[in-house]
Nanobody
Framework: QVQLVESGGGLVQAGGSVRLSCVAS????????MGWFRQAPGKDREFVAAISWSADIIYYADSVKGRFTISRDTARNRQYLQMNSLKPEDTAVYYC?????????????????WGQGTQVTVSS
């Protein structure tokens, strides 16, 4: 079993920045892709960003392009989400995700591994 643990959430003012981290542990496999989803109150969980094992393939949701940057430290089984120019509509619980391929990592409910989530609140 793979465990994913997020950290770095919190309260930030609009226009500010937050960096989320996620570490994978347990019976990790390689290669595996990682990604981020978010869920705002009353809304479905939505894709944010994903990164391949070698970081040569990266995808972003249109709503975060140019503001968020995903990266990873493969040797340490970690990934990061640098979030800049935050908006109140970015307020959500952010979830770390992992699966064998980047396509599988972007598959929403069918993703194999999830973290417990970390709250990001952006005040106006």
């Amino acid at each position: 079993q793979v465990q994913l643990v997020e950290s770095g959430g919190g309260l930030v003012q609009a226009g500010g920045s937050v960096r989320l981290s996620c570490v994978a542990s347990g019976r990790t496999f390689s290669p595996f892709a990682m990604g981020w989803f978010r869920q705002a109150p009353g809304k479905d969980r939505e894709f944010v960003a994903a990164i391949s094992w070698s970081a040569d393939i990266i995808y972003y949701a249109d709503s975060v392009k140019g503001r968020f940057t995903i990266s990873r430290d493969t040797a340490r089984n970690r990934q990061y989400l640098q979030m800049n120019s935050l908006k109140p509509e970015d307020t959500a619980v952010y979830y770390c995700a992992a699966d064998k391929t980047i396509e599988a990592t972007m598959a929403g409910a069918r993703v194999s591994y999830w973290g417990q989530g970390t709250q990001v609140t952006v005040s106006s």
